[in-house]
């Protein structure tokens, strides 16, 4: 069975401080690793793909990777508008979609 | 303006009454499909759709049933709801390439008493 694990759940942050997002995977054939922003009462928003080991993609302050086996979002100079709920989500080969239980980012100003 | 819309956006019944939640998308996308999310437990998808007619399960089918007669159109139908089936369900869809962005509704939050 697909699974995937994020972690912490809660990540409490100063303007400025950078961190770093994990999420663990086990997938039957990986097509593709997703992370995902939610709002409070949204629907998620699209960050980023990522389909094979040492690939990375930036946006902004964000910054995603992956391994064989887990995948980092990286958080530089959080903002207090980085604040969100962050998802991850593998789509296996018979495309059925899993998705962590998510971490939520809070910046203090 | 590209969207994917759920209807209601809110919904209080009671157990067993049957409902459908409509979900309709206007970027001609191959792939759709429903999810809950509950506290904790994060997104669980329910089924999904790779194009009209072809229907799937994902993790938690049970209490469930899904059409896709067109493809703009997937609803999610409870024929005889449960309160176990409170929760907040999302649609989305996507292109059918090498996993593509899902594009999220704006998600309904049903109460079942």
């Known amino acids: 069975e697909d699974q995937v694990t994020q972690s912490p759940e809660a990540l409490r942050l100063q303007e400025g401080e950078s961190s770093s997002l994990n999420c663990s995977y086990t997938?039957?054939?990986?097509?593709?690793l997703f992370w995902y922003r939610q709002d409070p009462g949204k629907g998620p928003e699209f960050l980023f793909t990522l389909y094979s080991a040492g690939e990375e993609k930036e946006k902004e302050r964000l910054k995603a990777t992956l391994t064989k086996k887990e995948s980092f979002l990286h958080i530089t100079a959080p903002k207090p508008e980085d604040s969100a709920t962050y998802l991850c989500a593998v789509q296996a080969s018979d495309y059925k979609l899993s998705f962590g239980a998510g971490t939520t980012v809070t910046v203090r100003a | 303006e590209a969207q994917v819309t759920q209807n209601p956006r809110y919904l209080i019944t009671v157990t067993g009454k049957k409902l459908t939640v409509t979900c309709s998308q206007n970027m001609n996308h191959e792939y759709m499909s429903w999810y809950r999310q509950d506290p904790g437990l994060g997104l669980r998808q329910i089924y999904y759709s790779m194009n009209v007619e072809v229907t799937d399960k994902g993790d938690v089918p049970e209490g469930y049933k899904v059409s896709r007669k067109e493809k703009r159109n997937f609803p999610l139908i409870l024929e005889s709801p449960s309160p176990n089936q409170t929760s907040l369900y999302f649609c989305?869809?996507?292109?059918?390439?090498?996993?593509?962005?899902?594009?999220f509704g704006p998600g309904t939050r049903l109460t079942v008493l």
């Open positions: 989305a869809s996507s292109t059918s390439g090498r996993a593509p962005e899902q594009f």
């Open positions: 997938v039957s054939g990986l097509r593709g």
